[in-house]
């Protein structure tokens, strides 16, 4: 059963309701004692939406926190070390890794293990769509649907492509989606599956590589016209 994540805001108020309570505080004590270090807008009833998560604590915040209770920022991240804190759409950090960051121990974020950080798929999928779409539109064209197709749809046909002719997967996709409205792998299938009864099925590899150099050869010319900086990459 996938986890939950909880919102930075929900971790640091659950780690500030532990920290008052250790310290035998009523909610509308700890805001007097808030006040004295700083927070002065800070009354009871800030206290008590800030520990049910209900309102947003600043960096700043944070550290007078840890200035009035006598603890390090690290302290009021609450929760089990593996439970995920959501920190943005698609970003999720472990709260070990969260402590890591806010405790200012550098061996302990390398030390973090790769699970800690979680990227989901989408965005980084979205990451690359945008980035490509503002190459794209630097080299004078633009047509964001085709970009987001050419991202979506790299495979390792386009990724040997690319390494061949010296540029990026996408670029090798985009080029093919404005020429065969197809991707690589896609005409590559296609035109498989019409010879395919040329070939007995020792040769299926053969003739596959052999259509993907075809391919590549149709598409040179295009890719360079298009992505001329890529001539100057092969080199």
Known sequence: MEQTPHTLRQVLGAG?????????????EAAALLQQHGLTTWIRGTVAQAEVGARRIA?????LLALAFEVPPADFVAGAPNDLVELSPGVRLTVSAVKALL???????HALPA???????????????SDFLAEVQRSGQADPALVERAVASVGEAERHVARKIGTSPEWVNLVALQRWDRTLS???????QERRPEASKGQLATLRGHI?????????????ATHPDDEQTAR
Not at 16 to 28: F, V
């Open 186 to 192: 896609q005409e590559r299938d296609l035109r498989l």
């Open 115 to 129: 699970r800690a950080v979680e990227i989901t798929e989408s965005l980084a999928l979205a990451n690359r769509t």
């Open 59 to 63: 960096l700043e915040e944070v550290l």
């Open 212 to 224: 993907t150099r075809e391919l590549l050869t149709e598409l040179e010319h295009d890719l360079r």
């Open 103 to 109: 405790s200012g121990n550098t061996a302990a974020v």
């Open 16 to 28: 500030l309701r532990e920290i008052r309570k250790a310290r035998g505080l009523k909610q509308e």
